[in-house]
């Protein structure tokens, strides 16, 4: 972890991991997002392009990359996106950017990126792929959660609780999933995950030449 005191083992060459948090609207994802991003410096978050138009506070490159239907189009004619689709009427998209050579040299990113861009960036890049899903602990916690959110009207809170269920349904393409009951409980869970998922040993490519030494 980025505040934890540098120690000689962790400075083993490994693989970067691909870290998918993916959860219905109101699970608390985003929020896990950013305490994730706050503790551990090693992590970046992957910035998605978008043509929703950005919200009050949000910062064209640091939480989106906020472009026009146009641009969006042309970066799909270009190939320029790993994974894209359409959520809530908006098209989303990871852009392909350096994260193929940033994984190389062990750099992790976060993915907040939903079920059917989950499934594309599985399909094309298995091995550093992390899938987590995020449930809420009941329907009816989520409603409430959802109405709690000041910005949505009622007619925006009842698409979301549909597009939740329908999210909910995706649960068993991930290899990890959470009940986000106590969001500092979750929080801990989703950290426990980051570190093991760091110690697998295909990821540590450093391993080769350091188990060499230790039996010379
Ligand atoms: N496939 C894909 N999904 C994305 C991408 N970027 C964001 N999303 C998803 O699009 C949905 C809507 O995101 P936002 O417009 O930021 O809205 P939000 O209020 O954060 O929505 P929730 O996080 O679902 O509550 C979320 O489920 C995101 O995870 C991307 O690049 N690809
Ligand atoms: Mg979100």
């Given amino acids: ?11 083993l060459q490994r693989r970067g991991l691909m870290f998918i948090l993916s959860s219905p ?13 706050a503790k551990d410096s090693e992590i970046k978050l992957s910035v998605s392009a978008t043509t929703r138009p950005p919200r009050p506070g949000e910062i064209d490159g640091v939480h989106y990359h906020f472009v026009s239907p146009e641009r969006f189009q042309q970066m799909i004619d270009e190939d320029d996106f790993y994974e894209w689709a359409e959520v809530f009427g908006h098209r989303y998209g990871t852009p392909k950017g350096m994260i193929r050579a940033a994984l190389k040299e062990g750099q992790d990113f976060l993915f907040d990126i939903d079920w059917q861009g ?3 960036l599985y399909q094309k890049d298995q091995q550093d792929v992390v899938r987590v899903f995020i449930l809420p602990p009941s329907i009816e916690e989520l409603h409430r959660r959802l109405q709690s959110r000041a910005t949505d009207s009622a007619e925006v809170i009842a698409a979301r609780m549909e597009r939740a269920r329908a999210e909910i349904s995706h649960w068993d393409g991930y290899d990890y999933v959470i009940i986000n ?7 801990a869970k989703v950290c ?22 230790l039996m010379t």
Avoid: H, W, Y
């Avoid at 972890?1 to 400075?11: A, I, K, V, W």
């Avoid at 009951?181 to 929080?187: E, G, Y």
């Fill in 1 to 11: 972890m980025g505040d934890t005191p540098q120690n000689p083992f962790d400075t």
């Fill in 25 to 37: 609207s109101g699970a608390g994802k985003t929020t896990l997002s950013k305490m994730l991003l």
């Fill in 118 to 120: 989950t499934q594309q």
């Fill in 181 to 187: 009951d106590d969001v500092n409980i979750c929080f």
């Fill in 192 to 213: 426990a995950i980051l570190e093991a998922e760091r110690m697998k040993r295909q990821r540590q490519t450093g391993l080769i030449p350091f188990v060499r030494e």
